[in-house]
């Protein structure tokens, strides 16, 4: 008994000693987090810090964000979780909702879900009358105008939300894009209702599943089929008469995940990674190249950034400028995309060239549409013709 | 500090421990007394002053109190003085709040303008030190122990950072010699091993878990409760205070184990019994150890007949209400228990002891809910108000009822507690299973119950680990 005694005891004290001895070296190399956290600063000693006690609470703050084998640690906390309970230690910040069968949701489409529609009816007449007032105002300019409506992951997958969703309780509840979508019609706002997309295609026999498992957004597939019907649209719009088009003939499904497919199950930071994603995909495409490609100013949300980075990398549009919910911009050709910024109330000369604004939007941020780029556009476009009616009156005086 | 800190577990722990058992045995006392006062000084550094000094001054009049030093008069004055001073502090970092909170609720009630007042800062543990000072005090007045050797081994025996802020309450004779000379086997290490990790896992898997759900119930308007739900907040603040507290006394008792030192059992599965007599002999039994000895006794205890026994009893649990905290629901908490005490002394020849266990156990069970939601309420009319809720067997459900998140995890955990609680006929209770005994255990048995001590030391740290963790999917927006 005595050898395993100490045993036990080496054991014992090397197991609460090891995150000390790897957070001094380094080593043994700890598994790594996926996402984002603001860096912990190391608390500094003083003596008035000490005496007050708020040297202490810094440091039980930055040891707990730097101790050994921390990535190890949540991973192992995570995946006893979900795997006892299906839920996840940590959630991002309350971000990761694991539902049935090995689906992933963001809670925020979760919480949607469950509430139903917010904004009152008001809200909705006058966003949707200021949005036909903008694509009307662009249209003087010559430019076209798309609303896109990104579906929820949880509207057009309500099979797999965990039970404390209350998806019995649905068809009671109407959400705000069913309450809006009802305006932009009555007003003839040009919308590209892909939750109207996704809804038939999942209907339709065959079909294969429009996001991913793990993923926030449409996956792969979806997203295209989103950016060939983009195509089609904008090829309307702006009366092009070659433009590039994209037929989805087929799917193909491996295990080969295209970013951002499997980012909650990233997030979710388990032990088992890929095989949270599952099998992925992929759409069979027919390009048919036109020299009319638009030039499109995008404002969107993170569900533009697949379409997007598809239709850029097949070279289907002329170029084009993404501001990232109306504030970051990132610009093509001309230089590698990159982040840079776009002062919000930038007027309508961030527009110029364009041939069609498209503003993308997943159901749940409605009805803020473009978030605050239809009332600052409008307001500049006010200013605009105001000053320029005040010139033609000048002009016009004897 | 706490034990269940990941700067306890992975920082101050280890390097403690390396410091102790690498200095020669005449040393570790020093060591153990840094650690102990490094420990305090990291929650409450003015406080540690507090301590230091206060211990200094029972050290110096101790010197006084055996018996043939002084004549009695003397040495009882010198006991009142130091008992005094040390009970002195007690009131008023505890209770000077609530004085004069209360005293100038009543001036405003006559119209008086209240009494300036900056509030006082509550010194962590100076109930349970205060407790074993007096205890140090008593018995060397009695001469059930000698003065400490020096003011390094009492203050020690104050300080130890084991039982330093939560208990047990630790009588100076039970450890008075272990102060001066202790055995570090291994045996001894290896078992404080295992009753360390389980009372981590105690407080960091269940009470943690069962704090989530009794938070939300009493976090909730009473009015919005329904009676379901009243009772479900109920049962896991029973569950979270258990093995919160049970579980911190399981640490300090391992962690005293692997310093050499053998702390007494302070819980012993009070669900299960069938009085709250029976109760009181399984809770907190350090407490109700002090209170006979220090208190209950001293006031004449069961000698001068019925109505002197009695009102000593509610008297002592009075006090001991008041104790757990500085407020009225307190104090009712300790008279309920005090009431239910008489109760069963008074009808002892058919109380429900007699009857069977599964009468006793839940009528016993219930009426210590009932005084858990007195303990657990803010204020005394939260109290009535929640416990009303609970008695609305047949009332409607709220209009505005509040959400609880009960999921898979709080009930399986309900469940395990409830198990753990009530399942002292499993062979052998899981409590027991992590009680060993090396020397009559073979090395399976051992290295079953190591690798389930590990399991909890890692499941623990790595559940205290995610609460640091709180990222967001996409920054770059």
Request: aromatic share 14%; with cysteine.
């Amino acid at each position: 008994m005595a050898p395993f005694l100490l045993i036990a005891t080496i054991l014992f004290c090397l197991a609460l000693a090891l995150p000390l001895v790897q957070l001094a070296t380094g080593w043994p190399e700890d598994a790594p987090l996926a996402g984002m956290e603001a860096a912990a600063a190391a608390p500094a000693w003083r003596r008035a810090a000490w005496w007050q006690g708020a040297f202490q609470k810094d440091f039980d703050a930055w040891f707990a964000r730097r101790v050994g084998f921390r990535g190890a640690l949540v991973r192992t906390a995570n995946q006893i979780r979900y795997a006892l309970f299906n839920e996840l230690a940590t959630t991002g910040g309350d971000k990761v909702v694991p539902g049935r069968a090995g689906w992933f949701y963001e809670k925020v489409y979760v919480d949607a879900f469950r509430r139903g529609g917010a904004a009152p009816e008001s809200e909705l007449r006058r966003r949707s009358a200021d949005v036909k007032r903008l694509q009307d105002r662009l249209a003087q300019d010559g430019i076209a105008f798309l609303l896109v409506i990104a579906p929820s992951k949880a509207e057009i997958y309500p099979e797999f939300l965990p039970p404390e969703a209350d998806v019995a309780g649905r068809p009671a509840r109407r959400s705000d894009y069913q309450n809006f979508i009802e305006h932009l019609r009555r007003d003839g706002v040009q919308v590209l209702d892909a939750h109207r997309l996704f809804a038939e295609r999942k209907r339709a026999p065959g079909s294969p599943p429009l996001f991913a498992r793990s993923g926030t957004h449409w996956n792969h597939y979806g997203a295209v089929l989103v950016a060939a019907r983009l195509l089609e649209e904008l090829a309307r719009l702006t009366g092009a008469k070659e433009p590039p088009a994209v037929a989805v003939v087929g799917a193909v499904t491996n295990r080969q995940i295209a970013s951002p497919d499997n980012d909650l199950g990233e997030l979710a930071n388990l032990w088992q990674r890929r095989s949270l994603a599952g099998r992925q995909v992929h759409p069979q495409v027919e390009i048919r190249p036109g020299p009319d490609k638009p030039a499109v100013t995008f404002i969107t949300d993170s569900f533009g950034a697949q379409l997007i980075t598809w239709l850029q990398r097949q070279r289907l549009l002329a170029r084009h400028d993404s501001y990232w919910y109306n504030q970051r911009h990132y610009g093509w050709p001309g230089r590698e995309p990159a982040a840079g910024s776009a002062p919000r109330g930038a007027g309508p000369e961030r527009l110029a060239g364009c041939d069609a604004v498209v503003v993308v939007q997943v159901e749940v941020l409605l009805p803020d549409v473009g978030f605050g780029f239809v009332e600052e556009t409008l307001a500049a476009y006010d200013r605009l013709d105001a000053a320029l009616g005040a010139e033609l009156r000048t002009e016009a005086t004897p | 500090m706490v034990f269940s800190s990941l700067t306890f577990l992975f920082v101050f722990l280890p390097l403690t421990l390396a410091a102790y058992y690498a200095s020669p045995n005449r040393g570790r006392n020093a060591v153990a007394l840094a650690a102990s006062l490094f420990f305090y000084a990291w929650g409450a550094p003015r406080f540690a002053l507090v301590l230091i000094a206060s211990s200094l001054v029972d050290y110096a009049l101790s010197r006084h109190l055996p018996a043939g030093r002084f004549p009695d008069g003397r040495r009882q004055g010198l006991l009142a003085l130091a008992t005094a001073l040390n009970i002195g502090l007690l009131l008023y970092f505890k209770y000077a709040n609530f004085f004069v909170d209360n005293l100038n609720a009543w001036l405003g009630r006559f119209g008086a303008e209240p009494l300036a007042w900056a509030a006082v800062a509550l010194p962590i543990g100076i109930s349970f030190f205060t407790f074993q000072k007096v205890s140090y005090l008593v018995d060397v007045y009695r001469g059930t122990a000698r003065p400490a050797r020096n003011a390094g081994d009492y203050l020690l025996y104050v300080a130890l950072f084991p039982q330093l802020i939560a208990g047990p309450i630790v009588r100076y004779h039970d450890v008075a010699l272990q102060l001066i000379a202790r055995d570090h086997t291994r045996a001894r290490f290896f078992t404080g091993i295992l009753r360390f990790c389980q009372g981590l896992g105690k407080k960091v898997l269940v009470a943690n878990t069962m704090a989530e759900v009794a938070d939300a119930a009493f976090g909730a308007a009473p009015g919005s409760l329904a009676c379901g739900w009243a009772w479900l907040g109920a049962v896991a603040y029973a569950f979270q205070i258990y093995f919160d507290f049970s579980g911190y006394s399981d640490m300090a008792i391992g962690l005293g184990r692997m310093l050499g030192i053998e702390f007494l059992e302070n819980f012993n599965r009070p669900y299960v019994s069938r009085t709250i007599t029976e109760f009181w002999r399984r809770w907190h039994i350090s407490l109700s150890n002090w209170m006979r000895e220090y208190l209950y006794i001293p006031l004449g205890g069961n000698r001068h007949g019925a109505a002197r026994t009695y009102f000593n009893l509610w008297l002592v649990f009075l006090v001991s209400g008041f104790w757990h905290g500085a407020a009225w629901n307190f104090v009712a908490w300790g008279a309920f228990h005090g009431f239910f005490l008489c109760l069963d002394k008074a009808f002892k020849n058919v109380r429900i002891a007699r009857a069977p266990a599964w009468v006793g156990l839940p009528v016993t069970f219930v009426l210590v809910l009932f005084s858990w939601v007195l303990f657990r309420a803010e204020t005394l009319a939260h109290a009535v108000a929640y416990a009303g809720r609970m008695l609305d067997l047949f009332g409607a459900a709220p209009e505005a009822a509040a959400a609880i998140e009960f999921g898979r995890r709080h009930a399986a955990t309900l469940v395990a507690a409830a198990v753990l609680c009530f399942g002292p006929a499993l062979k052998p209770h899981p409590f027991d299973f992590m009680r060993l005994e090396p020397a009559r255990a073979t090395v399976g048995q051992a290295a079953g119950r190591f690798a389930v001590a590990m399991v909890l030391l890692v499941w623990s740290a790595a559940t205290l680990a995610t609460s640091s963790f709180n990222p967001f999917i996409y920054f770059r927006f």
